[in-house]
């Protein structure tokens, strides 16, 4: 009788013990989740930073060479335009 007892003990233990891993298994892998999202939104959010860095920069480099290349004609034709009218003079 005892023997029937020990053994129903043992495979109650062993069935709560099934259950707690199972539990605790998937309290890990919900943090893990968790974890991963966040990891996720700050790579994604790294790289749009680091697109958006790109292309001020980018807007600033082509408005500086706009201005340098407006500025340049400008002063060539203005030259020209000079030579001219000393020569028609």
């Known amino acids: 009788m005892l023997g029937g007892l ?3 003990a043992a495979e ?6 099934e259950k ?3 539990e605790a298994v998937h309290a ?3 943090v893990v989740k968790e974890v991963v999202e966040h990891a996720k939104e700050a790579g994604e959010k790294a ?4 697109f958006k860095k790109a292309q ?3 807007d600033k480099v082509v408005k500086e060479v706009t201005e340098t290349m407006t500025n340049t ?5 203005t030259h020209a335009a000079e030579g001219l009218g000393k020569l028609g003079q």
């Open 6 to 8: 020990g053994k129903l």
């Open 20 to 22: 707690v891993t199972e």
């Open 73 to 77: 004609v400008t002063n060539a034709v």
């Open 56 to 58: 001020e920069k980018g």
């Open 12 to 17: 109650g233990l062993a069935h709560r013990t």
């Open 28 to 30: 890990v892998e919900g």
């Open 47 to 50: 790289i749009a930073d680091a």
